[in-house]
């Protein structure tokens, strides 16, 4: 069951009491129920990198009864861009140090031009182009992936040992990246990885999170709330931590310089009402302002995991939160602000959160009940139409998504034989003809656990097949959107070997 005590080893002898305690209740007995969660990594720095609090709230490990605490690892998930992002300015500066800034606009085969460009992940080169480079703004952990490679390529390195020397340099000793090898069940300083159903908390496969291995730079990082106070010192303090310039000033700067634009997502609707806008993208960075003043960010979310690092660099505030379970139904970005308004003496910040809080929790329903909308109308839709007789067995591929296969299964639970979808290791499904050339998708895995981590409670996914083109269908946002499009018959072995023209890639 959900607990929501606060450990015994927690720091704050910089912290004025009557603030601890504030914020101490506001977590305990606001924050933590309005999320329906109990486990939660704190740190908190301010001024020239003093550390005010790091504490933790609820259990990193349920079964062995160990609580959270200043050196439980969580993994950050999409904030370990922003280390990635150090690593790569670091590596450019130390070896283009005439270029500058400018480098940051050097096309990559001119920097290092002997190097092959060509994927090594022959799915990966059979992506379709979003949008033109620079042109907008999307979210990529990809290219992340390939910016850290990149980096391991230019200091003849590689971006494991890159990341390893920062974390070294930082004095971030406590931290680690996820990899295939870890074993869970002997590592008492992690945190374990936990969803939430009707306030009872069950453990997720330990293999979903270490799917995480594959993505290091975009989002591998396992940090403790020590450690990212000395992060937090760090960015604050424009490179240097314990009198050590680990990257120099000027090109720490280079991260919250505006890179591509990012559309505001809200507005102020009264003189009250305190808000958060973002503007730009920097590097590993979310450029944003908080009632008018400089707010930096990046979250991070591989579920249950949740985390968000706060930076106000002018009134020098930087919190760091993170969360084992999931979901997580509001933004943490309240808690930020919360702490941040508390520090700095603003009136009824509690009262302020609480409202946020609600009108979060309306649009999350309102978001939800359009996607349950949205999903009934389209099964509906689907039960209307006849049942196709298409035979659909077979093997499906797509350059990018990799290979999908149909076939008929023996169901243990039916006593009888139905159709099944096999995608990759974890995407196992038993699948349901509800109309038309449309399919029920019942998960035969651990990978439901990743819809109840991220609140869909029933796990819902569909497929459609027409004509030889197999579309799988989740849920997200406020409708089904497609994860992939399969064609029959299609393998890397009949695609190009390079699928785009010749000197296509620069250097120009």
């Known amino acids: 069951m959900l607990s929501l005590s606060r450990n015994s080893f927690s720091q704050g002898q ?10 101490d209740d506001f977590i305990q007995n606001i924050y933590l129920p309005t999320t329906n969660t109990s486990t939660l990594g704190l740190s908190i720095v301010q001024n020239d990198g003093e550390v005010l609090y790091t504490t933790g709230f609820g259990y990193a490990d349920q079964e062995k009864m160990i609580l959270n605490g200043n050196d439980t690892q969580f993994l950050i998930a999409s904030t370990t861009k922003s280390f990635t992002a150090v690593i790569v300015l670091r590596v450019l500066n130390e070896k283009f140090p005439d270029l500058g800034e400018k480098v940051l ?53 590689s971006y494991d040992e890159l990341f390893q020397n920062l ?98 997502f809200t507005f102020k609707t009264s003189e009250e009402q305190r808000v958060a806008s973002n503007m730009a993208y920097g590097l590993g960075l979310m450029l944003a302002n908080y009632d008018g003043w400089q707010f930096v960010h990046h979250g991070g979310y591989f579920p249950p995991y949740s985390t968000l690092l706060s930076l106000f660099p002018e009134k020098k505030i930087a919190v760091f939160s993170s969360s084992n379970q999931g979901p997580v139904r509001l933004d943490s970005a309240v808690l930020s602000a919360f702490i941040y308004d508390t520090l700095t003496g603003v009136n009824n910040a509690t009262e302020k959160a609480m409202e946020r809080l609600e009108s979060q929790r309306v649009v999350f329903a309102q978001k939800i009940s359009k996607r349950v909308e949205a999903v009934t109308k389209f099964v509906e839709k689907s039960k209307s139409v006849k049942k196709q007789n298409e035979d659909i067995i077979g093997k499906y591929g797509s350059g990018s998504s990799g290979d999908v296969e149909i076939f008929e299964k023996f169901n243990n639970q039916t006593n009888a034989t139905g159709l099944y979808l096999s995608y990759g290791r974890w995407a196992q499904a038993w699948m349901e003809n509800i109309g038309g050339s449309t399919y029920y998708l019942t998960w035969d895995s651990d990978i439901i656990q990743d819809s109840y981590a991220g609140g869909d409670l029933i796990g819902a996914a569909y497929a459609t097949v027409n004509n030889g083109t197999l579309d799988i269908l989740l849920p997200a946002g406020e409708a089904l959107q497609s994860m992939g499009k399969f064609e029959l018959g299609v393998s890397l072995d009949i695609l190009p070997e390079v699928p785009w023209a010749p000197d296509s890639c620069g250097p120009e």
């Not at 997720?204 to 989002?219: F, V």
Request: hydrophobic residues 40%; negative net charge.
């Open 14 to 23: 910089n912290i004025d009491p009557e603030i601890r305690s504030k914020i």
């Open 105 to 157: 606009d050097t096309p990559i085969k001119k920097l290092i031009p002997a190097a092959n460009f060509t994927f090594n992940d022959s799915r990966v080169r059979y992506s379709e182009e979003g949008c033109g480079i620079r042109s907008e703004w999307q979210y990529n952990n990809e290219m992340f992936i390939v910016a850290g490679e990149l980096a391991g390529l230019i200091a003849n390195s």
């Open 167 to 264: 974390l070294t340099d930082l004095g971030m000793l406590n931290s680690s990246l996820v990899k295939k090898s870890d074993d869970f069940s002997n590592m008492p300083f992690r945190a374990q990885p936990y969803y939430v159903i009707e306030n009872v908390s069950y453990p997720i496969n330990t293999d979903l999170i270490k799917r995480g291995a594959t993505t290091i730079a975009a989002g591998g990082l396992y940090a403790t709330a020590n450690d990212m106070a000395r992060y937090m010192r760090f960015l604050l303090n424009l490179g240097n931590i314990d009198g050590q310039q680990v990257v120099p000033e000027d090109v720490m700067k280079w991260m919250t310089k505006p890179a591509i634009a990012m559309t505001p």
